[in-house]
């Protein structure tokens, strides 16, 4: 593993510049590549070389080497011609599986953008990304978690007029048929341009509507294939990914990240810890990948001690704050380095990235530094200019990785990109003078449950139009397993819905009000009645005060 250099001279202010200093000397630059064409260089590379395992327990034994996935991958493509045209949108909106994975390269092949979606969206959440997006077809589920997905889509399909192929995963050795008839193999696959846009993933905002990041060719394999390299993850390592493939996490830095690394990927349908131990013994992964509730259930699952984990030698995460005692069990108890990254979708995933070369401590309490070729600093509050180095801040980005945009918001798009391109992350941190990032916090008012991002506008919103409901207020509580977790204080319409039972019943009404329409993650667990709440002297809520009444407060069930 490449031992990371040192800037030759201190840092004396909160920059770190886009080579990255000595570190960035054998990352040979930014590359003009696709992500068709990442796998079409690994399958040229190592074409007998496993690259997916399905990782689900009903599945069991399918995989594809290099050259196999790029042909599964070149025939979806030249199906998907069949329905659609190079620049238009495809949805998916499913679990993790093999054939998603092949989809992203296929529709990366076809010149179409992939939007993706979270298979937990009840109606109206889909709605809004389709909507959104302008999606013209989308590939679905028929089911996920016991939930009808071909039903919900009926529901809202009257709301969705540009939306006009829908495709069930259920059909798809049927629908790459296509790709196999004489008139499509005729056809010859689009050259598609690094610039141009790979994949729109949604992530919310503060309005409370999930916002489209649009992502690039050249930014999403630039970024997981320098991730990787700066990680010294190749091709002897076997990598498992329990990560949900709507995420940047999954479907790029997972996923495009082992094939420029001629690596293997395990893939998980969904996060199960005896499973994933199951398949760590079995296939022998060196590489675990997830968000820290993932590694917490780990370690308290009893199998642990029955499973051979010793070809484990890497873990990487991120996606919420790992606290340096976990990174220290993690590397204790599994004899494992511990890498942690500090991602965001509009960043195209990683910015900083703490590597196994790091010294321990730097592993448990920083997040490592920027990858190279790309700029970061930290801006101060009051002016905006670069902080000194020790100095918390905002934490800003620029260069090859940040997102072009967000899908049809140019106001929300240029209050993230100032003039100057810097992408705002609306986190706090702070630099030290060998460009080692630190968190101190968010800006922003978003929930960090488990490794997903959640907004409490859309909450509250959902909250507020229920009739029994005159105000509300959600917000992060801090929680030992997740996190955080989702809790809301609500002010009843009626003065009798207060506190004691007429409280309860309330709250036990308004969480399957939310139930029935957010995702799972998204709905309140802690709650708290009120006839007020406390304001501050401009007349702003506040939240600091409802936090530590949420956290005092009983568990929804």
């Known amino acids: 593993m490449p031992e990371p250099s040192q800037t030759t001279t201190p840092l004396t202010s909160a920059y770190w510049p886009a080579t990255g200093g000595a570190w960035a000397a054998g990352a040979r630059g930014i590359r003009e590549t696709t992500i068709g064409s990442v796998l079409r260089d690994a399958a040229g590379r190592a074409p007998g070389k496993a690259a997916l395992i399905d990782g689900d327990p009903d599945r069991q034994g399918r995989q594809w080497t290099y050259a196999e996935l790029l042909a599964d991958a070149e025939r979806a493509a030249r199906a998907l011609l069949t329905r659609f045209t190079p620049g238009e949108r495809v949805a998916v909106w499913a679990q993790n599986s093999p054939e998603w994975v092949i989809l992203e390269f296929g529709a990366a092949l076809a010149g179409l953008t992939l939007v993706t979606v979270n298979p937990a969206y009840q109606g109206d959440e889909l709605a809004h990304v389709l909507g959104d997006s302008e999606a013209d077809g989308l590939f679905l589920a028929e089911a996920f978690q016991e939930r009808d997905m071909r039903a919900v889509l009926a529901e809202i399909r009257g709301r969705l007029p540009r939306l006009r192929d829908v495709l069930c995963f259920g059909d798809w050795d049927a629908f790459t048929a296509l790709g196999?008839?004489?008139?499509?193999t005729r056809r010859?696959?689009?050259d598609v341009a690094p610039s141009s846009t790979a994949m729109v993933i949604y992530t919310s905002g503060t309005t409370g509507r999930p916002k489209g990041a649009v992502l690039t060719h050249r930014g999403l394999t630039n970024n997981a294939r320098l991730a990787f390299a700066a990680g010294g993850i190749g091709p002897d390592d076997v990598e498992i990914n329990p990560m949900p493939l709507f995420h940047v996490g999954g479907s790029a830095l997972f996923t495009l990240g082992p094939v420029q690394a001629a690596a293997t990927q395990v893939l998980m349908s969904?996060?199960?810890?005896?499973l994933e131990l199951e398949l760590i013994e079995a296939h022998r992964v060196t590489l675990l990948c997830g968000v820290p509730t993932m590694l917490m259930a780990l370690l308290g699952h009893p199998d642990l001690a029955k499973r051979d984990v010793s070809a484990l030698r890497l873990v990487f995460t991120g996606g919420a704050v790992s606290p340096p005692a976990l990174v220290r069990q993690v590397e204790?108890?599994?004899?494992?380095?511990y890498m942690i990254g500090f991602a965001q979708t509009e960043a195209g995933c990683v910015i900083s990235l703490a590597t196994g070369a790091d010294p321990a401590d730097d592993r448990a309490e920083t997040l490592g530094r920027p990858l190279p070729h790309a700029e970061a600093r930290i801006a101060d509050l009051r002016t905006g200019e670069t902080a000194r180095r020790g100095e918390t801040g905002e934490i800003c980005a620029r260069g090859y990785l940040v997102m072009r945009g967000y899908l049809n918001a140019p106001e929300a798009t240029a209050a993230a990109i100032d003039a100057d391109g810097w992408l705002h992350t609306g986190d706090l941190g702070s630099m030290d003078d060998r460009g080692y990032l630190r968190i101190a916090g968010r800006l922003k008012e978003m929930i960090i449950r488990g490794g997903e991002n959640i907004y409490p506008r859309e909450i509250e919103e959902v909250l507020i139009a229920h009739p029994a409901v005159a105000d509300a207020s959600v917000l992060g509580v801090p929680d030992g397993y997740y996190g955080e977790v989702v809790g809301?204080?609500?002010r009843p319409a009626a003065p009798a819905d207060l506190d004691g039972p007429a409280g309860d019943g309330l709250a036990a009404e308004l969480a399957e009000y939310c139930r029935a329409r957010l995702a799972t993650a998204k709905v309140p667990?802690?709650?708290?009645?009120?006839?007020s709440f406390p304001m501050t002297a401009s007349g702003k809520i506040r939240k600091d005060v409802l936090r530590d009444r949420l956290g005092e407060a009983a568990t929804d069930a």
């Not at 196999?180 to 499509?184: G, Q, R, S």
């Not at 969904?270 to 005896?274: D, I, K």
């Open 488 to 490: 809301a204080a609500v």
């Open 188 to 190: 010859p696959l689009p």
């Open 270 to 274: 969904r996060f199960s810890p005896a």
């Open 332 to 337: 204790a108890a599994l004899g494992v380095r």
């Open 525 to 531: 667990v802690r709650w708290l009645v009120t006839g």
């Open 180 to 184: 196999d008839t004489p008139e499509a």
